[in-house]
Each structure stands twice: as C-alpha cells, then as structure tokens.
T-cell receptor
Framework: DARVTQTPRHKVTEMGQEVTMRCQPI?????VFWYRQTMMQGLELLAYFRNRAPLDDSGMPKDRFSAEMPDATLATLKIQPSEPRDSAVYFC?????????????????FGEGSWLTVV | GENVEQHPSTLSVQEGDSAVIKCTYS??????FPWYKQELGKRPQLIID?????GEKKDQRIAVTLNKTAKHFSLHITETQPEDSAVYFC?????????????FGKGTKLSVKP
C-alpha cells in the first residue's frame, strides 16, 4: 500500500529556530502539495509542484517559508525563523498528473502530517 | 482563483438518519470534485469524487451530486453510523490548464449519535 511519507511526525521548537519538514511522495506521482491545517483556517494550500517545478506558492508567507523539491522523491518545507503562529499540522500530498492535460485523474493522497508546535 | 464554501460547519444527526453537506465553488473551470474524510488526529482520506461530466455518483451509503450550472455539489450519507463521525472536506480542482491545484472548503464536523 503506497503512502506519502512525512518527517518529522511531531516537532516542538522554540521561536526563532529553523524547522525543516520532509516529504516522500508516492512513487510515480509527479504533483506534490504542501497544506497547512489549523482549526481556524482549515486546509490552506501553501505550495505545489509538478514535475519538481513550483507552480504556485502564493499561499506561502515568502519572508519565512520556502518549499523545494531537490529530486522527485523528496519535497521540503522550511520555516526560518519559526513563530508561534506557525503552530499547525503540515500535510504533504501527492498525485499523478493533477491538473495536467491528461485525464488520468486528480486524486491526491495525504501523508500523516507533521505536527508543529512553536513555543 | 478558486474559492470553495462549505456548509454547515457542524452537523449532528442520530444514528440511522441521513446527512447532507453542501459546497459551492467559484471557478467555472473546475471540473473535479473530491470529498475527504478526516478522523481525529489522522490524515484526510478520499471517500468519493465526481467529475463534471457526471451529475451523480454513488458508493454504498455515500453519494455525491453535482450541479455545474449552479456551481454546487453535495455529499449525502445515508443510514449514518457512529463511525461516520469525522470532519468532511469538499474540494474543487480544474482539470487541465495551469491551475491544477486542489482547493478545500473549511470542513464540516459530523457527529453521529448512537
């Protein structure tokens, strides 16, 4: 059963520290998403990539957040410096040809999430 | 960009009753509409989806309907059971084009009372 893998699962850090979250998409999936979930805002799209190219990161605070895909098997989301308001669950999700011209489907699969607490 | 509104935010039903959750979307280019179920402390999981060339889709106790003209779609759960209690999210996504992302509604917390 292929799954999206995220690390760390839980992270508690002090304000001002750098936080890096990692995601391994399902093998063969070429579209990767980062979502942030909070009680107030629900599931917010931060950034997404297709074939490792960033397509949209308009939902991400640019001054402190950055997202990259060093290779097809790894996506990273970095916060530097972290602030208490960044406390949330960060989900990575992947899919095949999501939004592409192929009609092969838009289904995306979520990882278990990274639970971040910034104190 | 796409905007998805979801109602109600909370829904409480008695076991065996039906539950209906409604969503509206803004981008007429959207033509893929999945529904996700998220249990407490877990990841969202796809339960059913529908594409714009279909008006209704059913899978056992769950069904989804789509009205493209009005830009709304709904999730129907019949014969609800306590294990249906969770947060349900609708989403919309355009198929094709540069905007291939998936935009979610804010979720509906469904409670099924035994």
């Amino acid at each position: 059963d292929a799954r999206v893998t995220q690390t760390p699962r839980h992270k508690v850090t002090e304000m001002g520290q750098e936080v890096t979250m990692r995601c391994q998409p399902i093998l063969g999936h070429n579209t990767v998403f980062w979502y942030r979930q909070t009680m107030m805002q629900g599931l917010e799209l931060l950034a997404y990539f297709r074939n490792r190219a960033p397509l949209d990161d308009s939902g991400m605070p640019k001054d402190r957040f950055s997202a990259e895909m060093p290779d097809a098997t790894l996506a990273t989301l970095k916060i530097q410096p972290s602030e208490p308001r960044d406390s949330a669950v960060y989900f990575c999700a992947s899919g095949r040809n999501v939004g592409g011209t192929s009609n092969s489907g838009n289904t995306i699969y979520f990882g278990e999430g990274s639970w971040l607490t910034v104190v | 960009g796409e905007n998805v509104e979801q109602h109600p935010s909370t829904l409480s039903v008695q076991e065996g009753d039906s539950a209906v959750i409604k969503c509206t979307y803004s981008d007429s280019a959207s033509n893929y509409f999945p529904w996700y179920k998220q249990e407490l402390g877990k990841r969202p999981q796809l339960i059913i989806d529908i594409r714009s060339n279909v008006g209704e889709k059913k899978d056992q106790r769950i069904a989804v309907t789509l009205n493209k003209t009005a830009k709304h779609f709904s999730l129907h759960i019949t014969e609800t059971q306590p294990e249906d209690s969770a947060v349900y999210f609708c989403a919309a996504s355009p198929l094709g084009g540069s905007q291939g992302n998936l935009i979610f509604g804010k979720g509906t917390k469904l409670s099924v009372k035994p």
